[in-house]
């Protein structure tokens, strides 16, 4: 017969070792019996946040929260043109699940909420596995199947998400297509079915550009950097991706076409509205709120038409920007007199309109720290976040307010556990793979400047929703990464 030899080893390794080592492992298990606890702690938030925001999400399915651009999407749903601001792809999505069977007007945003809560739990679980997938040549691991799937459940209740798609809005549908449209773009650098993702890509692409209009420039943006990344790639590491690169343009100008010629057929100019263009957009970001200080600087034929006191409340809301542009460029030389408005206030405040502007930028850049510090009034709120949050508590106040405070604790324990984690054992893994931050930091870097250049408002909490979503389903892979990791090295210990 075989002896157990194990209890008695063990007890001879015990007496053989030294006072400090003996000292050393005990502070090891306290050390890990202090993160067990971090860890439950944790994990016990997280619980009580799905199911506060189960509970949210039931209470708020029935109602429309009036946001002033809902009844205008109800419209173009019926009319099916929109004007230069809109794209064409949203009041078809309305339109369409209007004309279900056995669905009724009543009934129609409900159809509408549940697929859009649908895509974002399937967008989000789609962009944590391209964080979580390793490239080609490893294997497929139960991490990657089923991980991004529970991932994409959390992502998909968190109170801001959660909210957008319970509204009649672009902003849910266009944030679900940019993360798959991120999603693949990672799998291509990834070297993972390129030809496949690279389409896509495109249909994606295709979709986002025809729901919102900065979608289109965002997606360029990241275009341009992706294609800089394989000219890098290729030329370090010799990768043959010039094919993909050539597919890539092929297909991207495929696409712009069919924008194009999709919003030649669906779009009519509006002329209650100012264009696109760049002395508009300049005007908006410079100009305001800064027309009664600028007041004094103008020449004096600007003077005459127009008055010091609607300088003044052209200041009070951002909302006044664009009938003034609209009056403006009615008049002769209106163009001309809104580039002198523009170009005085900059030269008169260039200090005023750089902090402005990096103040923006750091916010677009930052959402998931700025929104909730906004809300605990550390930061100032601005008037896009009030509103906002109070769409969001309009039929639920107190509830909203409990989903809200749960689901940030949850987000900055996880934060402070990776972190922590990182700096006692940092581990190398697919989250933090060159192409993986390439496209995310790319993709922020991207939205933070297109919109901080482009509105003229405080920094909106709606358009960091790309930014915010990537921030919390990369904070939320990288804990749950964490925690498997944990458990495989204390399995092979033992």
């Known amino acids: ?90 009041p078809y999505f309305i339109h369409f ?14 159809i509408i909420y549940s697929i859009q809560i649908v895509l974002t739990f399937f967008s989000s679980s789609f962009l944590a596995y391209s964080f979580l997938v390793f490239s080609k040549e490893n294997n497929y691991s139960y991490q990657t199947k089923l991980l991004p799937l529970i991932i994409g459940f959390l992502v998909s209740l968190d109170p801001l998400l959660a909210h957008f798609s319970l509204t009649i809005l672009t902003d849910s549908l266009a944030n679900s297509f940019t993360m798959l449209f991120l999603g693949c773009l990672i799998l291509i650098l990834k070297n993972r079915r390129r030809i496949i993702h690279i389409i896509i890509a495109a249909i994606c692409f295709i979709i986002i550009s025809l729901t919102r209009v900065d979608k289109f420039y965002f997606s360029l943006g990241m275009f341009l950097w992706f294609l800089f990344f394989l000219i890098i790639k290729n030329k370090k590491h010799n990768h043959p991706y010039k094919n993909t690169a050539t597919f890539f343009i092929f297909i991207i100008f495929i696409s712009m076409a069919g924008i194009h010629s999709i919003k030649n057929k669906t779009q009519i100019y509006n002329n209650n509205r100012p264009p696109l263009d760049r002395t508009c957009l300049a005007f908006n970001r410079i100009v305001w709120p800064r027309m009664s200080k600028v007041y004094d600087y103008l020449p004096e034929n600007i003077k005459k038409n127009i008055t010091k006191t609607e300088a003044i409340k052209f200041d009070e809301h951002n909302n006044n920007v664009y009938p003034f542009l609209v009056n403006q460029l009615a008049e002769n ?28 930028f750091t916010k677009y850049s930052l959402p998931n720290l700025a929104y909730p510090l906004e ?5 100032p709120m601005s008037v896009a976040t009030d509103w906002t949050f109070s769409r969001m508590a309009m039929f639920q ?7 809200t405070s749960i689901s940030t604790l949850s987000f900055f324990m996880m934060l402070i556990y ?15 793979t060159l192409e993986t931050l390439f496209v995310i930091s790319s993709a922020i870097l991207t939205n933070s400047i297109l919109f901080t250049l ?31 990791n944990n458990k495989n090295y204390n399995n092979q210990s033992q």
Request: glycine share 4%.
């Open 333 to 360: 030389n209106g163009k001309e007199t809104i580039n002198t408005i523009t170009w005085i206030t900059l030269k008169q405040f260039p200090l005023a309109v750089l902090s402005k502007l990096i103040f923006d």
């Open 97 to 110: 699940c209007n004309s279900l069977p056995y669905c009724n007007n009543f009934k129609t945003h409900t």
């Open 375 to 379: 809300l605990l009034g550390l930061f």
């Open 397 to 403: 106040p107190l509830l909203t307010r409990i989903f």
């Open 454 to 484: 482009e509105a003229g408002m405080d920094a909106h909490i709606r358009y960091a929703l790309p930014t915010y979503t990537i921030i919390i389903i990369w904070v939320t892979s990288l804990f749950f990464k964490f925690i498997i």
């Open 1 to 90: 017969m075989k002896s157990c030899p194990n209890s008695s080893n063990n007890a001879l390794l015990a007496s053989s070792l030294s006072p400090s080592i003996k000292y050393s492992i005990f502070c090891q298990k306290k050390y890990n019996n202090s993160y067990k606890i971090i860890l439950a702690i944790i994990l016990l938030f997280i619980a009580i946040n799905l199911l506060v925001g189960l509970i949210w999400i039931a209470r708020n399915l029935s109602h429309i929260p009036q946001y002033g651009d809902t009844p205008e999407y109800l419209f173009l749903s019926k009319q099916l043109r929109v004007d230069q601001y809109r794209g064409i792809f949203y």
């Open 418 to 432: 990776n972190l922590l984690k990182n700096i006692s054992k940092p581990a190398w893994c697919p989250l933090t």
